[in-house]
């Protein structure tokens, strides 16, 4: 018998473990390690093997109720073989959100099952989607006449002329509670002069009608100037064309590239005073030469508060029609009769909303819309502090001078009621 001293002391081998690793769950051909379904877990998961069909049908039964929270329907059955899909649940995000996109559809299996879908997946899951919700680009054309005949037949009053290509047209109007009021809209083929001119023909045809004093607030764009010029409808002294403060601005700086000039220029064209705008004009001319000749150079009725004579009636920038394009945000990448009936569906519930407030209005026997009655409540409460001097009865003239207040103020105004001149 060897007693030969060891440096380590031997293991009995009664005291050895080994990992506990039950009978079952052995892939006996391959002697791999299998997954079995958990049911106090309810979760499926890869490569897990069921005894019978009946416990795999289950189990899936079990972990869409508890997990995935989402239906499914079964596409082949048989003895030895059992396949099943998840119904699509992205038609109602199309329908509710034409903006949906295939980031939105990623991030949405993500949040629902925990698994990343890849991306052509998501971008065929969206395709099937919009085509179940809207049609598919080959019916679309048989499609929309249809519809916009079925639409003015069962609304009256609505004009429907035809001409489509894939650009969306609109003008909208400000009401008189300071909200934006939908007119017309239209798809063609571009934003081209040939466009702008047919789209103003259908604006005078079925909105304006003949009615005077219209102010048309739009960009600078070649064609629609070219198309206004040629309409009676915004030619004094029927109505007036302006140009958006906003957009005269960001042009000004694309030129120029200076921040500081742009804030001028925007408040330039903000003042109603006289006095007030050509002191910002010399201010610029100070600054740049360049930049003055720029701005000199556009006629200022256009672009400025202080030249335009009252037609703008406050209203400077053409952000009203960039409100309907907010409203209608993600639609245009859709099919044209989509686009038309998602256009159709939220004009008409805005529309719905709007009647639900002035029905209010006239239940409270109210003289002017809630914007008109708080802009008189606080005038009216500023001119309590005014002194009044009357001088003609007969033109309802007076003089009215305004309180100091802060440095400001006595001011004296004169006031011609018969007139509607201050």
Same mark, same amino acid.
């Given at each position: 018998?060897?007693?030969?001293?060891?440096?380590?002391?031997?293991?009995?081998?009664?005291?050895?473990?080994? @990992?506990?690793? @039950?009978?079952?769950?052995?892939?006996?051909? !391959?002697?791999?390690?299998? #997954?079995?379904?958990?049911?106090?877990?309810?979760?499926?998961?890869?490569?897990?093997?069921?005894?019978? &069909?009946?416990?795999?049908?289950?189990?899936?039964?079990?972990?869409?109720?508890?997990?995935?929270?989402?239906?499914?329907?079964?596409?082949?059955?048989?003895?030895? &073989?059992?396949?099943?899909?998840?119904?699509?649940?992205?038609?109602?995000?199309?329908?509710? !959100?034409?903006?949906?996109?295939? &980031?939105?559809?990623?991030?949405?299996?993500?949040?629902?099952?925990?698994?990343?879908?890849?991306?052509?997946?998501?971008?065929?899951?969206?395709?099937?989607?919009?085509?179940?919700?809207?049609?598919?680009?080959?019916?679309?054309?048989?499609?929309? @006449? #249809?519809y916009l005949g079925a639409i003015k037949k069962y609304n009256p009053g609505t004009i429907v002329e035809w001409k489509h290509k894939s650009f969306q047209q609109s003008t909208a109007a400000m009401d008189g509670n300071q909200q934006v009021l939908p007119l017309a809209f239209a798809v063609v083929d571009e934003e081209t002069y040939p466009s702008w001119k047919w789209f103003l023909q259908q604006l005078s045809r079925h909105v304006i009608r003949g009615r005077r004093g219209m102010c048309l607030i739009s960009d600078r764009h070649g064609g629609l100037i +070219?198309?206004?010029?040629?309409?009676?409808?915004? $030619?004094? @002294?029927?109505?007036?064309?302006?140009?958006?403060?906003?957009? $005269?601005?960001?042009?000004?700086?694309?030129?120029?590239?200076?921040?500081?000039? +742009?804030?001028?220029?925007?408040?330039?064209?903000?003042?109603?005073?006289?006095?007030?705008?050509?002191?910002?004009?010399?201010?610029?001319? +100070?600054?740049?030469?360049?930049?003055?000749?720029?701005?000199?150079?556009?006629?200022?009725?256009?672009?400025?508060?202080?030249?335009?004579?009252?037609?703008?009636?406050?209203?400077?920038?053409?952000?009203?029609?960039?409100?309907?394009?907010?409203?209608?945000?993600?639609?245009?990448?859709?099919?044209?009769?989509?686009?038309?009936?998602?256009?159709?569906?939220?004009?008409?519930?805005?529309?719905?909303?709007?009647?639900?407030?002035?029905?209010?209005?006239?239940? !409270?026997?109210?003289?002017?819309?809630?914007?008109?009655? &708080?802009?008189?409540?606080?005038?009216?409460? #500023?001119?309590?502090?005014?002194?009044?001097?009357?001088?003609?009865?007969?033109?309802?003239?007076?003089?009215?001078?305004?309180?100091?207040?802060?440095?400001?103020?006595?001011?004296?105004? $004169?006031?011609?009621?018969?007139?509607?001149?201050?």
């Amino acid at each position: 018998m060897n007693t030969q001293p060891t440096l380590y002391r031997s293991i009995p081998f009664f005291e050895q473990t080994f @990992p506990e690793i @039950p009978a079952d769950s052995v892939d006996v051909p !391959n002697l791999r390690y299998a #997954k079995f379904y958990n049911k106090s877990e309810g979760r499926l998961d890869t490569r897990m093997l069921f005894k019978t &069909k009946e416990e795999l049908m289950e189990a899936v039964k079990d972990h869409s109720i508890r997990h995935a929270r989402r239906e499914y329907y079964v596409t082949e059955s048989s003895k030895t &073989k059992w396949k099943v899909l998840y119904k699509h649940s992205a038609e109602g995000h199309v329908k509710c !959100n034409p903006s949906y996109g295939i &980031k939105h559809v990623i991030q949405n299996v993500k949040d629902q099952t925990g698994y990343d879908v890849p991306y052509q997946k998501a971008w065929y899951s969206l395709k099937m989607a919009r085509e179940i919700v809207y049609g598919t680009w080959e019916s679309f054309v048989q499609k929309l @006449p #249809k519809y916009l005949g079925a639409i003015k037949k069962y609304n009256p009053g609505t004009i429907v002329e035809w001409k489509h290509k894939s650009f969306q047209q609109s003008t909208a109007a400000m009401d008189g509670n300071q909200q934006v009021l939908p007119l017309a809209f239209a798809v063609v083929d571009e934003e081209t002069y040939p466009s702008w001119k047919w789209f103003l023909q259908q604006l005078s045809r079925h909105v304006i009608r003949g009615r005077r004093g219209m102010c048309l607030i739009s960009d600078r764009h070649g064609g629609l100037i +070219k198309a206004v010029r040629e309409r009676p409808n915004f $030619v004094s @002294p029927h109505g007036v064309h302006r140009y958006c403060l906003r957009h $005269v601005c960001s042009n000004f700086n694309s030129s120029i590239k200076n921040v500081v000039l +742009k804030y001028l220029c925007w408040q330039a064209g903000l003042e109603y005073q006289l006095r007030k705008f050509n002191r910002i004009m010399e201010e610029i001319k +100070k600054q740049s030469v360049t930049t003055f000749a720029y701005l000199d150079q556009i006629n200022k009725e256009k672009w400025t508060a202080s030249h335009d004579g009252g037609w703008r009636c406050g209203i400077l920038t053409a952000n009203m029609s960039e409100c309907i394009n907010g409203v209608l945000k993600g639609a245009r990448r859709l099919l044209v009769s989509a686009l038309v009936e998602i256009t159709l569906e939220r004009t008409v519930h805005y529309f719905h909303v709007r009647a639900i407030k002035g029905q209010k209005m006239l239940q !409270n026997n109210q003289l002017w819309a809630d914007f008109a009655c &708080k802009m008189f409540i606080s005038w009216q409460q #500023k001119a309590v502090e005014h002194t009044v001097t009357k001088y003609s009865h007969a033109q309802q003239s007076a003089s009215v001078v305004t309180r100091r207040q802060n440095k400001h103020g006595m001011n004296t105004h $004169v006031v011609k009621i018969a007139n509607r001149e201050c």
